[in-house]
């Protein structure tokens, strides 16, 4: 199997978690409640994870025509949880798609900007994107049982 081929694995194991994760929380406001010391709840997560995906993935690599409002990623409250899991499908299909279209020669040339403030191959942004959807994802987690059952 190719990086390409683990990639899209990765990429579909862990956006489909991210669903599960928001569809899991009990009551729908919990999603937006601060616990303790968190400083982000868990639907500004899953809105920046999808805001951060469509970017630098369907943006950037498929041409999708996304435009990212960062700051409103961050900003918004509230957002009922049918829209969160429609962005989480939508950023599913693009990533998807995009990943399904790229070659090892693709892969092995630079990512078009310098996102991380210096040049990388886009398979070293694609690794780096992979482990920052991981770890928001365990925040998430975090933020959706300590909510409590």
Same mark, same amino acid.
């Given at each position: =199997?190719?990086?390409?081929? /683990?990639?899209?694995?990765? !990429?579909?194991?862990?956006?489909?978690?991210?669903?599960?994760?928001?569809?899991? !929380? %009990?009551?729908?406001?919990?999603?937006?409640?601060?616990? &303790?010391?968190?400083?982000?709840? &868990?639907?500004?997560?899953?809105?920046?994870?999808?805001?951060?995906?469509?970017?630098?993935? %369907?943006?950037?690599?498929?041409?999708?025509? !996304?435009?990212?409002?960062?700051?409103?990623?961050?900003? =918004?409250?509230?957002?009922?949880?049918?829209?969160?899991?429609?962005?989480?499908?939508?950023?599913?299909?693009?990533?998807?798609? /995009?990943?399904?279209?790229?070659?090892?020669?693709?892969?092995?040339?630079? !990512?078009?900007?310098?996102?991380? %403030?210096?040049?990388? /191959?886009?398979?070293?942004?694609?690794?780096?994107?992979?482990?920052?959807?991981?770890?928001?994802?365990?925040?998430?987690?975090?933020?959706?049982?300590? =909510? %409590?059952?």
């Amino acid at each position: =199997m190719g990086l390409n081929e /683990t990639l899209i694995k990765i !990429y579909d194991r862990d956006i489909s978690k991210l669903r599960e994760e928001v569809e899991a !929380y %009990g009551d729908e406001p919990d999603l937006w409640k601060k616990q &303790g010391d968190q400083p982000n709840a &868990g639907g500004t997560l899953a809105l920046h994870l999808c805001g951060n995906l469509r970017h630098f993935i %369907g943006a950037i690599l498929g041409s999708s025509g !996304y435009v990212r409002d960062r700051d409103a990623e961050f900003a =918004m409250r509230n957002v009922p949880r049918a829209e969160i899991l429609k962005a989480i499908d939508e950023t599913h299909e693009v990533v998807s798609t /995009t990943l399904a279209n790229l070659t090892d020669a693709d892969l092995a040339k630079p !990512y078009p900007i310098e996102a991380l %403030g210096y040049p990388m /191959t886009t398979e070293y942004f694609l690794v780096h994107l992979a482990g920052h959807l991981s770890y928001h994802l365990g925040q998430i987690n975090y933020h959706r049982r300590s =909510m %409590g059952p």
